[in-house]
């Protein structure tokens, strides 16, 4: 399937999502959001499929935010609903049983900051810079920032950065934790697909059913959290990549999970 904003690629068992509008930072707007949600739903339904990267194309941005042309022109519902979808997309990413990587090449602001916010782990270039800096355009956060931002590194420098607008750089992002970890820009997609192929390798029930105790936790409080990880457990025990598992572990091989 061909996309006009986006290209895919897979490499084994990894899927490659490119943000693909360079000429304007690779900003988002209906269009990219629209065909993000299609891969993102491609990847889903793809059992071949364990583990994915989002990236953007060029050396200046990963995504540089919402494409003001668009975003200004719009009335009040019409920005609404902008905002909604945008949210229904990260929100479909954040809880796809796919674990997702980040890999932050360039300026990830507004809407860029709050895409890689949905994904599980960030992994920054050393020429990353972070940023929500819609407040200097007379506005607010849409996609996730105020609510995805204090939960990662705390509301008072999530405050800070939505208050002021500032930027920060890819170390000060790793020292807060908002990404993981900071390599050199040449290494940035090899790094991702390092750790996008080790969890690949991994069961995906076992991936998937962490996920959701992962996000429940988060989103509820620690007993209902550990009560979904217990019944996460319980599950696992059903399949045969547990079985396999064990049975690798016991005779000292490496295991083949098949998800099932």
């Known amino acids: 399937m061909e996309f006009e904003t986006i290209t895919l690629k897979k490499a084994g068992a ?15 707007n209906s269009k990219m959001l629209g065909e993000l949600r299609q891969v993102a739903e491609n990847i889903e339904s793809n059992r071949e499929i364990r583990a994915f990267i989002i990236t953007g194309e060029g050396p200046k941005a990963f995504v540089a935010g919402a494409d003001i ?10 920005g609404l609903r902008f905002m909604q979808m945008g949210q ?10 796919k674990p997702s990587i980040a890999a932050v090449n360039g300026y990830a602001l ?13 992994i920054a270039s050393s020429r990353a810079k972070f940023g ?18 204090p939960r990662l590194i705390g509301k008072s420098r999530a405050c800070e950065m939505i208050f002021t607008g500032e930027f920060i750089d890819a170390e000060e992002a790793a020292r ?13 997609l090899d790094a991702a697909m390092e750790t996008a192929e080790k969890i690949a390798a ?16 988060l989103r509820s409080n620690i007993e209902t959290g550990m009560s979904v990880e217990a019944s996460g ?28």
């Open 110 to 122: 507004g809407g860029g900051n709050e895409l890689c916010m949905c994904c599980d782990i960030r």
């Open 202 to 217: 991994m069961s995906p029930n076992a991936l998937n059913l962490a996920k959701i105790s992962i996000n429940e936790g």
């Open 176 to 188: 807060i934790g908002l990404v993981n970890r900071v390599v050199a820009p040449e290494e940035l």
């Open 132 to 149: 929500q800096p819609e407040i200097k355009l007379g506005n607010i956060p849409g996609w996730g920032g105020t609510q995805r931002l």
């Open 14 to 28: 990894v899927a490659v999502i490119t943000m693909n509008r360079p000429n304007v930072l690779n900003a988002l």
């Open 233 to 260: 457990v319980a599950l696992c025990l059903t399949t045969e990549d547990q079985k396999e598992g064990v049975d690798a572990f016991l005779q000292k091989r490496k295991p083949c999970f098949t998800g099932k």
């Open 69 to 78: 042309n668009e975003l200004d022109h719009l009335p009040p519902i019409e």
């Open 88 to 97: 229904s997309v990260f929100n479909y990413i954040e809880n796809m049983s």
